[in-house]
């Protein structure tokens, strides 16, 4: 156990769904990520936050809008989604700021889209 | 499991061998860098870190090596192990930001 948890670990849905997924980390971090890895494509980073902040926006669709209510709770609401969205979606934590960025990963939500 | 259906370059190793990964980095700014193992229905788990004022890093069975002049970080892991099995990232990152930038990884088999 990384301190990293998220649900759901498997999603199936519809394009006209709309679906939330939750990422949790009781490690005391204070920056929060989500990341797709995808069957053509090796990790990706989507969004950055924080202190509840989002700072990273990496050219990411609208049809993914994260949440950051606070420092332990990361969610990405997902709607309209395509089926080339199916992928592994990955939360992270680590400490903002300093020299040192060990991120620690969660076990990922495989999502596909039908 | 995750990875499938990516087409990652695959090390096939005998158990109790050596392992050499490698990793071409993209940014010559970047000044941190780690190595991240991910196995079957897991995320990726941090193995061992360098920074670019060091050329050669050792942790437990595992060795890293950074060659800032081309570009290339090396993971070397001793006497492989079934358990080494997994999908095998680099990452990089500089100026104390948060922003990781993983590469494609490399896929290691350990035949028993």
């Known amino acids: 156990e990384t301190g990293v948890t998220q649900t759901p670990r498997h999603l199936v849905m519809g394009m006209t769904n709309k679906k939330s997924l939750k990422c949790e980390q009781h490690l005391g971090h204070n920056a929060m990520y989500w990341y797709k890895q995808s069957a053509k494509k090796p990790l990706e980073l989507m969004f950055v936050y924080n202190f509840k902040e989002q700072t990273e926006n990496n050219s990411v669709p609208s049809r993914f809008s994260p949440e950051c209510p606070n420092s332990s709770h990361l969610f990405l609401h997902l709607h309209t989604l395509q089926p080339e969205d199916s992928a592994l979606y990955l939360c992270?934590?680590?400490?903002?700021?300093?020299?040192?960025?060990?991120?620690?990963f969660g076990p990922g939500t495989r999502l596909t889209v039908l | 499991g995750e990875n499938v259906g990516l087409h990652l370059p695959t090390l096939s190793v005998q158990e109790g061998d050596n392992s050499i990964i490698n990793c071409a980095y993209s940014?010559?700014?970047?000044?941190?860098f780690i190595w991240y193992k991910q196995e079957s229905g897991k995320g990726p788990q941090f193995i061992i870190d360098i920074r670019s004022n060091m050329d050669k890093r050792q942790g437990q069975r595992v060795t890293v090596l950074l060659n800032k002049t081309v570009k290339h970080l090396s993971l070397q892991i001793a006497a492989t192990q079934p358990g080494d099995s997994a999908v095998y990232f680099c990452?990089?990152?500089?100026?104390?930001?948060?922003?990781?930038?993983f590469g494609g990884g490399t896929r290691v088999l350990v035949k028993p």
């Open positions: 992270a934590s680590s400490q903002a700021g300093g020299l040192v960025n060990e991120q620690f």
């Open positions: 940014n010559s700014a970047s000044d941190y």
């Open positions: 990452a990089e990152t500089w100026a104390a930001g948060n922003k990781l930038t």
